[in-house]
């Protein structure tokens, strides 16, 4: 891998056959470019432009992984699927913003290029800062948390967990015929669901997955159980909905002592009141489920999906 700035990331893809139409960012180790693939699909080209590094390679792997987690190839079974079932395990998949990694060698050097769909926009972008008013969308937030429970439970199925939920990794993708859905993206910090108690050097893995404010607590104080692991997905889930919600009704201050706000959430004082509409205290009841600071209380992804407020 060579390093590369946002000009030389952009003539390395048209080379290979890119055209390129906006750069859309960058990261630590990389430059995002919306363009053509040479098989004509729209995407969001990731262009790897940064000296061999262990984080680069954990994206790396961390794609790979995903596209693992396909759909079953359900013909290569002598058995039978009902025909639920395989549309089931359709739904959930189109949830992912399942990456492809391609590598391409360039003059001996060898890069690396992640392409994924493209979408309209990140949640917070789309549904806080795009908003007119203080309205709160609640049917926005279930969609937003059906379409990542679905996307996790996929994860799940193949052994993974996401460690990274978040506004940012959240994506709004609107199809041609105007329908609106949020799909999982961003698989740095992918991470199977093991023991985290088989080694010390595992331990300190775990405690480095996540962004702190989204975290679950176990992970912030280094103590996991094998059959948590799932679960840590679904507090950072629940600490998204309950911060995109403090900031539309203009709750900053409640924002910036999220820990407290969590705590007050728990034991009753911060509620929506005994008058609020079913779908208020439906979602309020979600939130408080999702944030059990007792892993041990709080549900996977699986059994999240058929709380009362995404029915």
Not at 40 to 52: D, E, G, P, R
Not at 280 to 285: A, E, G, L
Not at 289 to 300: A, E, H, W, Y
Request: glycine share 6%; with cysteine; hydrophobic share 35%.
């Amino acid at each position: 891998l060579i390093n590369m700035n946002k000009n030389e990331a952009k003539r390395f893809l048209e080379s290979h056959g890119y055209i390129v139409h906006k750069f859309l960012g960058e990261g630590a180790f990389s430059k995002v470019f919306k363009c053509k693939n040479p098989q004509n699909q729209l995407v969001a080209a990731k262009v790897i432009c940064a000296s061999s590094d262990q984080e680069i390679q954990m994206e790396v792997k961390a794609a790979k992984e995903i596209e693992k987690a396909k759909p079953l190839d359900f013909n290569k079974y002598q058995f039978e699927f009902s025909k639920e079932f395989k549309q089931r395990a359709e739904d959930y998949y189109k949830y992912l913003n399942v990456p492809t990694v391609k590598e391409v060698a360039a003059d001996g050097v060898l890069n690396v290029v992640i392409e994924a769909p493209l979408v309209d926009d990140d949640t917070w972008s789309s549904i806080i800062e795009s908003a007119r008013d203080r309205k709160v969308l609640y049917a926005e937030y279930k969609k937003l948390a059906i379409g990542v429970l679905k996307a996790l439970i996929v994860l799940n199925a193949r052994g993974l967990a996401h460690y990274d939920i978040k506004p940012a990794n959240i994506f709004q993708c609107t199809s041609p015929g105007g329908l609106t859905k949020y799909s999982l993206g961003d698989f740095g910090l992918l991470c199977e669901t093991l023991d985290p108690e088989d080694g010390q050097d595992g331990q300190d893995d775990y405690r480095r997955r996540g962004t702190p404010f989204y975290a679950a607590p176990e992970i912030l104080r280094g103590v996991l159980k094998s059959d948590q692991i799932k679960k840590v997905d679904v507090y950072s889930l629940g600490v998204t909905l309950f911060e995109m919600y403090l900031t539309k009704v203009n709750c900053i201050r409640l924002v910036n002592n999220m820990p407290q706000t969590i705590k007050k959430l728990q034991t009753g004082t911060y509620d929506p009141g005994a008058s609020a509409p079913i779908i208020k205290q439906n979602f309020f009841d979600f939130l408080k489920l999702c944030t059990k600071l007792n892993p041990s209380q709080r549900p996977t992804p699986k059994q999240a999906l058929s709380h009362a407020f995404l029915g």
